[in-house]
């Protein structure tokens, strides 16, 4: 008895193997489907605290403040953006190029694409922090973007500064209730925060204030900080990550740039492992570690490639080795603002 009740076990072990096998096979298709259906990429969404959606990865669409941009390349990008499957644009009106963004919208919803299923970010400007202004300042914004409303409104920076670079002692909680009124009007449907600091965060909650549903701030492998999004993570408030490549391009790294650079062994080892690219590793670290990256190019086949990150996982020892690129270097410490009574950053000349 026993050994025909063993025979028959013995015999259906494949079938149970096989079916298992359909299950992971069926599971790999839907995935691939999901992400990459139509060789179309769809990133996942994060909830925000509002109870919004926010798309996982966003164009960035800042060109330096040393670049002056040309009559359409950031159009095209928006609209390569949108072709490759990015739904989240970032920009703001101190880049000078919301018209191009709003531009290659306009294009993308002409052939189809809903407006709801985008996600659009704009920032504040310096010279807008009263409260009073922030209203019309969107408007402006909205006009060049072409868009009754946007997605996500951020104060760009907690430092005042009028056109003529004196400063603006403008508290930032009135900034903020100016956001808030924005809201409550509809021309923003979130509102968030960038380049703010916990304790700034801290002080808006204290005064009974709207909590933020984003921080955008500076992330990649040198500035990693780790307290920061913790504190995040226990508010319940999303991190965009401006800055994903920090200095891994020659081009890009100043001289007292720490590494690593785009051609390092152990990051060239991990990219060769996926089938990647070493900012695509860079990209999908930051995407782990519970951020929006807001990678920017020009050029199609990056746009293409930064989007194509999320079809691995990294394993806990290449996330460790990640981790120790960590130097608390800033890439953008902005130190011109240094004597401004809210300078958010660590006052290190």
Sequence with gaps: MHAVLAKQAQSTQPDIDSHAMARVIVFYVLTCLFYYGNGVVTPPKLKLNDGRDIPGIALGTWLGNNTKPS??????????????????????????????????LKKKMADGVAREDLFITTKLWNDHHAREEVVPALRESLGKLMLDYVDLYLIHWPCGQFDNQTYDYTDYLETWRGMIDAKNLGLAKSIGLSNFNQEMMDRIAANGLEKPAVLQVELNLNLQQPELLAYCREHN?????????????????????????????????????????????????????????????????????????FDFKLTEEEKSLLKTFDKKYRTIPQHKWLDHPYYPFEKKQ
């Design 71 to 104: 009559s359409n390349e950031v159009e095209l990008a928006v609209t390569w953006a949108v072709e490759a499957g990015y739904r989240h644009i970032d920009t703001a009106y101190a880049y000078k190029i919301e018209d191009q963004v709003g531009r290659g």
């Design 237 to 309: 408030i999303v991190v965009m990550g401006y800055t994903p490549f920090g200095s891994i391009f020659y081009s890009k790294a100043k001289e007292d740039a720490p590494p690593p650079r785009v051609d390092d062994p152990e990051l060239v080892a991990i990219a060769k492992k996926y089938g990647k690219t070493v900012p695509q590793v860079v990209l999908r670290y930051l995407v782990e570690l519970g951020i929006i990256p807001i990678p920017k190019s020009l050029t199609k086949s990056r746009i293409e490639q930064n989007i194509d990150i």
